[in-house]
């Protein structure tokens, strides 16, 4: 991490021998001192950062110019793209279609129909209730309670308890499971409409498809010839009445102010120090907001969301395909907006064949979004007793690599231009196999048209900009016909115009830029489903290649067994704060190994486990990629420890291409999609703040949670729909009556609330105790160092022990009294804790 | 700094504020070589018992890690443990997962 390493050989890493010798390479500027990337990083969080294109394109001047507003306002680019123009250039079907989706999109109005709400749901959405709801009768509050604690289990659980209590208290009104539901949906305005959709998953029938009888892509009808009746049916919820219900009670709405309180908080920090921040602590603090704040595209009575997408089997050993999309408000802070609780159920596609038109799917979601930006949400903010008219700013849309495509419209990993955040770097391929791979330098001896071209630099990689993806857009709609549709993809690599283009650009961020990383996939699949088939061994290995010549590929035979039975050996000393403990790799990585586990294996155990095993260059080079991702990770991650982490994300791709790829085409496919997305993630950061905020592990985990409430078998998808809806209801009733709900986390009895989230928790000495004269003489010496409090020779104090302490973070630490009475293997060790900085006295040189 | 509490306790002071407190017991500072190597992702530290007992104020602990056993320089050599931090540590937290608090163990 020292600025001015001497050459590139502290860690071993072998320099390009082609980098090193006098030949056009080096003339083309591409030699790569690892000693130079720090100075050409651009400023810690400043102006430069914000206008996002990589240092050479940024105006000299602004860096540390107090009148920043003013700068970055030069700098903003929003979408400003002519969706007139862009219709008239489409000639093929497919793109037409597309442009129909993004026009009605844009023309979206809660009048037309398409949100079919109802002239009651209408007006209440136009004139939510100005006052706190309330439960007035006691026997509705009991079945909301009833409802609430039966909600895992059947109908038929609500309907005995509710009998069993009308046998001791026939005088009760409690409400049927029929009543208690219709209660619910008047309570809350929460609803779901419903739309017809193929019977083969294909495409809905909304949009430009409403009046479709029969399938485009498989034909099959619409309707069930006999009932006329539609075959198939999915759900979107609406978000409109549950943003209303967020604000309807003064606790809730206090905690949807976080964003505004947050960003006055930002602004004030951008002021004083010239532009520049120190930490980014949350999306707010990315480029991209500010920008639209600044730009006055972000107001404060607005919300700002997020929408994830994935898909799921919903088992594993049939195709049962489900997709699902959520909407994370991204308004409540960042401890409370990623729960279940808060986590709102977008749709949901039923399977158990993939959709082939998504946008169909997405559209009456986004068509209700976008109607309501261009009419405003009317919101009654209980925190202010004012009604306030609310437009929802899309910031963010999220997926995995295979989703993304959907939302982006972009060709996805395997495409010339492959990188998702789209930057202008352009991939290889073999000869004869069109899979291109992003390899920064070019093979020896390698001639394939397109792909010949000279090495990029790392230093200085291809940029990025808006105005690339309009124009390649425009150059890509205009293909007259479908062969210059194919060549033209391949160059531009976007399939078709994006949905989310028909969105308002003045309420959102622009298209491509609103869809950033996804850390998930990426360090816990992608990066191991590299690496780890690499070093056992097992990566694909073309036949002029052979896997004698790789140094790395140690992790086999005894190597593996032994090394698989280390990494087992760690989880008695892993607390159970740290969640699934990672599996013996040798015998389970193959079965269904968690992206939660790879986590815990590569990065946290990763340095200790590998140590020793992987030959020194190779492990010394995983080890940046670990120091990195320890960063990146952080929810709170400060300027210079970004810096650092680029700076060895960018060394960490530039090696693997030296190590491992080694400019040979054979290996080629080695240079996957994951080694290039690396080189970005810092720079996403200053862009959209701390990529945690927007990566999938939300997704994932809500698809989990709705999967295992599935209750019939039968009907899965239908069900699943069921429990989406009854998910969003129940938010927004818990959003309106905080109360509904038993405190979360409560203090237990017996325990001491220290304050500032610290608790202390028993188990506790039944009678205080002398301590041993060591554990005395350290009391003494901190009661004098720390305190100032001199104590006789003699003192001998008594005590009572405790056994655990809650920390502000939810971990709960124990201690070794209490954890040594068990054996280690019933142990979750969790009696090791990191202290803030050294209090005063160091126990090596004690008093 | 890294350390093993032994337990958790409560101080009345002269001034009759009470204070809490945890009796710790100190890794070492880590190994210096390891963590060149690693680019300081490698924290090897050995445990110092007796001799790292202390105590502290537990409003300076920040996080729960773990200390996972290895012998980076043989069988034979001193027992050595290196640091795990939970991965981001706010992954999970941050989706609300947090311990769940048996009354009593």
Not at chain 1, 60 to 82: C, G, K, L
Not at chain 1, 609 to 629: E, G, I, S, W
Not at chain 1, 721 to 726: A, F, K, M, W
Request: with cysteine.
């Amino acid at each position: 991490m020292k600025q001015n390493e001497p050459t590139t050989n502290t860690t071993g890493i072998p320099r390009d021998p082609e980098q090193d010798g006098n030949d056009e390479s080096q003339a083309n500027g591409s030699e790569t001192p690892i000693d130079d990337w720090e100075s050409q990083l651009p400023e810690p969080g400043s102006l430069e950062d914000i206008s996002c294109q990589g240092p050479q394109s940024v105006p000299p001047a602004a860096p540390h110019d107090p009148m920043f507003p003013e700068e970055i306002r030069n700098t903003v680019q929003y979408e400003d793209i002519d969706l007139d123009e862009l219709s008239a250039l489409a000639k093929l079907d497919h793109i037409k279609q597309a442009m129909e989706f993004i026009r009605a999109l844009e023309g979206a109005s809660l009048d037309d129909g398409v949100s079919k709400l109802g002239p009651e749901a209408l007006h209440r959405l136009r004139n939510p209730p100005t006052c706190p709801a309330d439960i007035a009768s006691q026997d509705l509050r009991l079945g909301l309670d009833l409802f609430l604690s039966t909600i895992n289990s059947s109908q038929q659980t609500y309907t005995s308890t509710r009998k069993a209590i009308l046998r001791r208290h026939p005088d009760n009104d409690i409400p049927t499971y029929d009543q208690i539901k219709r209660r619910i949906v008047e309570i809350t305005g929460v609803e779901s409409i419903e739309h017809d959709m193929c019977v083969k998953s294909c495409l809905a029938y909304t949009g430009p498809f409403a009046e479709l009888n029969a399938c485009l892509e498989c034909g099959e009808p619409r309707c069930d010839p006999i009932t006329k009746k539609a075959r198939q049916t999915f759900h979107t919820m609406l978000l409109g009445p549950q943003l209303q219900a967020l604000w309807r009670d003064k606790d809730s709405a206090e905690q949807m102010l976080y964003r505004r309180r947050v960003t006055a908080m930002i602004l004030e920090l951008l002021k004083e120090n010239g532009g520049i921040l120190p930490t980014y602590d949350d999306y707010f603090y990315g480029s991209e907001y500010i920008e639209a704040v600044l730009d006055g595209r972000v107001q404060d009575t607005d919300v700002v969301l997020m929408l994830s997408l994935d898909g799921a089997q919903l088992y594993r050993y049939k195709q049962s395909d489900c997709w699902i999309y959520i909407w994370v408000i991204m308004d409540l802070s960042p401890g409370l907006r990623y729960k279940k609780k808060y986590v709102l159920i977008g749709g949901i596609i039923p399977g158990p064949h993939k959709p082939k038109i998504v946008d169909s799917y997405l559209f009456p979601g986004l068509h209700h979004v976008s109607a309501l930006q261009k009419e405003g949400l009317p919101i009654w903010n209980a925190s202010h007793n004012v009604v306030e008219i609310s437009r929802l700013f899309f910031a963010l849309g999220a997926a995995d690599g295979p989703g993304m495509t959907y939302l982006n419209g972009l060709v996805g990993h395997h495409g010339k231009n492959g990188c998702r955040i789209y930057c202008s770097a352009t991939g290889r391929h073999k000869p004869g196999i069109s899979h291109y791979y992003p390899a920064f330098y070019k093979p020896y001896n390698y001639d394939v048209e397109g792909c010949s071209h000279n090495d990029y630099s790392y230093e200085n990689p291809p940029s990025r900009s808006p105005e690339l993806y309009e124009k390649n857009l425009r150059y890509l709609m205009e293909s007259p016909n479908e062969r210059q549709y194919k060549k033209r993809r391949l160059e531009t690599g976007i399939c078709k115009p994006s949905i989310f283009l028909g969105l308002d650009p003045r309420h959102k961020v622009a298209i491509p830029l609103c869809f950033g990383s996804d850390i998930m996939h990426l360090e816990s699949l992608n990066i191991p489903d590299l690496l780890i088939p690499l070093w056992r061994g097992t990566f694909d290995c073309d036949k002029t290649d052979s896997r004698s010549t790789w140094p790395w590929a140690v992790l086999r035979g005894d190597v593996w067994e032994a090394h698989g039975r280390d990494v087992a050996a760690a989880t008695p000393y892993l607390p159970g704060s740290f969640d699934r403990p990672p599996r013996n790799p040798a015998e389970k990585i193959s079965s269904g190994y968690k992206a939660w586990e790879f986590l815990l294996y590569l990065y946290g155990l990763g340095p200790g486990v590998f140590y020793n095993v992987l030959p020194q260059t190779y492990y010394q080079h995983f080890c940046k990629l670990v120091f990195a991702v320890r960063i990146i990770n952080q929810h709170q991650i400060k300027t210079e420890d970004l810096q650092a982490a680029h700076q060895a994300l960018v060394e960490f791709a530039h090696e693997f291409e030296l190590l491992y790829y080694q400019r040979r085409t054979d290996r080629l496919h080695f240079v996957r999609q994951s080694i290039h997305a690396l080189t970005h993630l810092a720079l996403e950061v200053i862009r959209l703040g701390p990529l945690i905020c927007s990566s999938q592990w939300t997704m994932e985990r809500t698809i989990g949670n709705l999967v295992e409430e599935i209750r019939s078998h039968l009907h899965p998808y239908a069900n699943l729909s069921q429990r989406g809806l009854e998910r969003c209801q129940i938010n927004a009733l818990k959003a309106m009556f905080p109360d509904l709900e038993e405190p979360e986390n409560p203090i237990p009895r017996g325990a001491k609330d220290l304050g500032n989230g610290f608790v202390l928790l028993r188990a506790r000495d039944g009678t205080a105790r002398h301590i041993t004269d060591a554990e005395c003489q350290v009391l003494k010496c901190y009661l004098r160092d720390t305190r100032g409090i001199d104590t006789p020779q003699d003192w001998s104090p008594k005590i009572s022990r405790w056994a655990r302490l809650r920390l502000p973070n939810g971990q709960v630490a124990r201690s070794a009294w209490k954890e040594k009475l068990r054996p280690l293997e019933k142990v979750r060790m969790a009696r090791n804790v990191m202290v803030r900085c050294s209090p005063s006295t160091s126990p090596l040189n004690k008093c | 700094m890294f350390a093993e509490v032994q337990y958790y306790f409560r101080l009345q002071l002269e001034d009759n504020t009470e204070v809490t407190l945890a009796m710790v017991s100190c890794f070492s500072s880590p190994n210096k070589t390891l963590l060149d190597v690693s680019y300081n992702t490698l924290r090897s530290c050995t445990y110092l018992g007796q001799d790292g007992l202390m105590v502290i104020d537990v409003k300076y602990i920040n996080s729960v890690i773990a200390m996972v056993p290895h012998q980076p320089f043989g069988g034979d050599s001193v027992q050595r443990y290196f640091v795990v931090e939970k991965p981001g540590l706010e992954v999970t937290c941050l989706g609300g997962v947090e311990e769940r608090v048996p009354e009593n163990e």
